[in-house]
């Protein structure tokens, strides 16, 4: 796994964005990988988009949300780890919550 890019993290309302509308993918039944695919689309204007497109690409790769927010530099530390928890433990709709 590649380490976490330093100093880049989204802000913290784009954060508690992102667990929300994790969140809102889970409970809806989505496939986790479409619902990256949509988050990439919503991104792809931003000055986050290549780092977006590198998450959704991940989670199709790998199936692993914690190894594409691992690798993609975009958030802090204790979200990383909620979400490792979270899919070791079959919570992470509630941790993304």
């Not at 809806?28 to 990439?40: K, N, Q, T, Y």
């Amino acid at each position: 796994m590649k380490a976490q890019k330093q100093g880049n993290t989204i802000p913290p309302e784009e954060t508690a964005m992102f667990c929300e509308q994790v969140a809102m993918i889970l409970h809806s039944g989505i496939l986790l990988e479409d619902g990256m695919d949509a988050m990439r689309d919503a991104y792809a204007k931003s000055k986050y988009a290549d780092r977006f497109k590198a998450l959704a690409d991940s989670v199709h790769k790998t199936g692993s949300l914690y190894q594409a927010v691992s690798e993609s530099g975009l958030f802090p530390k204790y979200l990383i780890q909620s979400v490792r928890v979270g899919e070791a433990s079959g919570t992470l709709e509630d941790n993304m919550t």
